[in-house]
Every structure is written in structure tokens, then in C-alpha cells.
């Protein structure tokens, strides 16, 4: 069999194209598979190491689509405590499918830079990818270039399951300091907690001059909570042992009580009242933050809050009545109260709304109406800085 020139020539032609083509598209593949393994470590870098608030689209989207599956499951449910027992489940879940998703995403990303350095078909480069990343060794590919991507492949996978153990501890330490203040609520404030059940039994056993040391420990909770629960994001989502208790509705129930003994109480001023409800508002504003949620840091005294005057006469006609010492001029009384509740007015409400809080005086109780145009779209999605509006999809 013989070759004309012309055939040898269309022949090299081809052959050049097809090197034209390639080349390039391994070089794009290789690229984007790297970019990939980048990304994803990146995320992981942030969610478990480290330590300040850093949001990372890559594990937002991920408590989002589960927060959505999550809901569909809620259609079910009639009760709160029946939705209260499949929320339990959401953050414990998610953050199990955080690694899942990364190393799923790893495996797709070198298996790309495995086709790039020239393992054919792509299934067998998505298998050499999956038995270097779980280090099961049942696949192996020739060469120093699929020699190194295994290895660093095989690092990567034990550093990311490593990273998730490691975690864990840190993050159920953080839940069980959060929670036993919590518990100490209900025995001061009832269940729900409530100002006025606050004040009353201080009241009733004669020991209303040691709540300053009530306000000292909330100040240090709110400190450590504020640290936690941005650096460790996924603890807003666990939920408290008992149903009816919530970090989001004691937040709450302390800043109104707060709030109330320094605009409403007639005693003495007591600066540590003022020190607990600035480093709990600035602890929700700041959880908030992390979330999307917005607020004005320089927001007047007299903005609207979701508190009405009357609900405020309310309490303040009970705690009259159970014979605590109260301020005889109402208007000022309801100004100051007003111009504190302004500071988390808001940030309180979206993060009840966010974490399903149950119910609790003026917290998760407020209008439902109200509070769904804060999350139109995805509520882990940021967009913006501190007081950038919630992003929608």
C-alpha cells in the first residue's frame, strides 16, 4: 500500500490539529481541576481552622440545600415539638455532609488533573482518583506526574477526615458551655423566660441586689458566644436538649431584661446591666452578620422596634403589681426601654426566624409576616458587609 504526499500531508495536518486541540484542553482541565482541589480546601481551611468569622459560599450552599430538604420533611410535621425533633437532626447531618461534599469535589477535581496527565478513559482516572483519595490502593496509574497526584491526593483526603475528628470536640465543648447557661435560665426566668417571671422571683426571695452578678456571667456568655458561634457557625443550628429552650430566645430574654431594669426599674444604676446588654447586642449583630442579617449600628432611639407601647405597659403593670419598684414616669420609662431594644431588635427576630426558635415573649412570638421578608431567598447567602441586605436567589 502506497501514500501520496497529499495524504501524508492531510494526514499531518490532522494529526496537528488534534495536538492544537488537546493540548490546550488538558492544560484548561488540569486548571480547573486544580482550582477545584483549591476551593474546596479553602472552605474547609475557614470552617475548621480558621479562627474568625470567614463565610464561604461553598459551605453556605451546602445548609442551604440541606436546610431545604430539611423543609420539605417539616410539611409533616404538625406540632412544635414535632418540627423541634426533625431540626434536631439539621446541623448534626450538615456538618457530616461537609466533609462528603469535599472529598467528593476533590475526587472530581484530581480525577480531571488525572485525564489531564494522560490516564484514558475517564473512568479510569475518576478510579485511580477515588482509590488515592480514600487511600484504598485498588487503582494505580504509571508515571511520576499520576505518582505525585496520588500522593498529594491521599494527604489531602486523611486531612480533611482528620480536620472533621478534630472539630467535633472543640465544637460540643462550646455547645455544652452555651447550654448550661441556658439551663440555669429556666430555674431564674421560667420556661419560655420571661422578664417579668425574672424580676418577680428575685423579687419574691429577697434578692433582687445580686442580679449584678447575674449580669456579669450573661456578659461573658454573650463574649463567648459571639466567638463561637461565628467562628464555629454550625452551633447556631444545634439546638438545645430541652424543646422548649433556645440560646436565641435566653439571648433575648436577658436583653429585655436588661433593657427593663435600666430604663424601667426604680433602684440603683448598675453599670454592669449596661456592660451585658452592649456585649449581647453585639453579639447577635455580629451572628447576624455572619448570616446576611441586617442592621443599623447607628440606629436612632426612637426607630420603631416590634415591642408596642402597650405590651410594654403590660409588663410594666404586672411588675407594679407584684411590687417591684418601678419608674413613675411611664413616657421616659417606655423611651429608654425602647432605645435599647433598638440595639437587636432586628437581629433578635431573624435569628429566631433562622433557627426556629420556640416560642417565647417578644422574641420568637413577633409577626410571622414581619419576619419572612428577612429570608426571601437564601439566608446563608451574604451579600454585602455588615449592613448589606440579605441576598436573594
Known sequence: MTFSAESLQDGKGVMSLSLMVMIPLRVLLFALGAALVILTLRAAIRQFVLPRSAPDGLT???????????DL????????????????????????????????????????????????????????????LLTLGFAVA????????????????????????????????????????????????????????????????????ELSGMWHVWEGWFVDLEETHTSLAALSFFRSPQPGQSWVTAAGAILDSGAIYASTLDLPRDPQVELCLRAGYLALRRIGDFFGIPFDAQASPDAPISISRG???????????????????????????????VNYDLALLALATLTMAPYALWSSDRSLPRRRKLFAGNPFRRKGGVHGEIATV
Open 60 to 70: 453556605r450552599n451546602t445548609f442551604f440545600v440541606m436546610r431545604t430538604l430539611f
Open 73 to 132: 420533611r417539616l410539611h409533616k410535621a404538625v406540632t412544635y415539638e414535632d418540627r423541634d425533633r426533625v431540626m434536631a437532626m439539621y446541623a448534626p447531618v450538615t456538618l457530616l455532609m461537609l466533609p462528603v461534599v469535599w472529598l467528593s469535589l476533590v475526587l472530581v477535581g484530581y480525577a480531571a488533573m488525572f485525564w489531564a496527565v494522560g490516564v484514558r478513559p475517564l473512568t479510569d482516572a475518576l478510579r485511580i482518583s477515588g482509590s488515592s
Open 311 to 341: 405590651e410594654f405597659e403590660e409588663v410594666y403593670e404586672q411588675l407594679r403589681a407584684a411590687g417591684i419598684p418601678v419608674r413613675a414616669d411611664r413616657d421616659a420609662a417606655w423611651l429608654a426601654f425602647r432605645g435599647w431594644r
Open 142 to 209: 504509571e508515571g511520576v506526574p499520576t505518582t505525585f497526584l496520588e500522593s498529594t491526593e491521599a494527604a489531602i483526603g486523611l486531612i480533611l477526615v482528620a480536620l472533621l475528628i478534630a472539630y467535633l470536640p472543640t465544637m460540643y465543648a462550646a455547645f455544652s458551655r452555651r447550654e448550661a447557661v441556658v439551663n440555669m435560665l429556666e430555674v431564674r426566668a421560667g420556661s419560655p423566660p420571661s422578664p417579668y417571671e425574672l424580676f418577680a422571683r428575685y423579687h419574691r426571695l429577697e434578692r433582687m441586689e
